[in-house]
């Protein structure tokens, strides 16, 4: 399972551009989504309707109580290490609701704090 210090390899990397994805890229969306699962597994929560994109990803975090929230990163092409220090979450009625509540901004760091802030459930 990729941890935090895996992804952080990637504070200022470049990646690939072009009309298909590259593998660099992909093989960071598959570590970033491997973090987040482990994540969400600590929390007794499930990480649900993974959108992989051409150079960005969005998911939903789900409680055990069924609470959402929505995690969106920008595109990694354009936006330096805004994966990292500038990740989009907020509150969502269901896995589905792709506008949801106000946009809060976080940190990787902080993204597991905020979450629980979010879905107002402390961990176990």
């Not at 994805?21 to 007794?44: A, E």
């Not at 409680?63 to 990163?73: P, Q, R, T």
């Not at 990787?108 to 905020?114: F, P, Q, R, S, V």
Request: net charge neutral; with cysteine.
């Amino acid at each position: 399972m990729a941890n935090i210090k895996d992804l952080k390899k990637y504070v200022g990397y470049e990646f690939s551009s072009g009309c298909y994805t590259g593998d660099d890229y992909k093989s960071f969306q598959t570590k970033y989504i491997n973090f987040l699962k482990t994540m969400c597994r600590n929390n007794h929560w499930q990480l649900v309707n993974v959108g992989r994109n051409h150079y960005c990803f969005s998911a939903f975090i789900k409680s055990a109580e069924n609470k959402c929230v929505y995690v969106s990163i920008s595109d990694v092409r354009y936006f330096s290490d805004e994966w990292y220090n500038h990740i989009l979450i907020r509150t969502a009625k269901n896995e589905m609701d792709y506008r949801g509540g106000f946009n809060n901004y976080t940190t990787l760091d902080g993204l597991e704090g905020k979450a629980c802030e979010l879905l107002d459930d402390l961990p176990f």
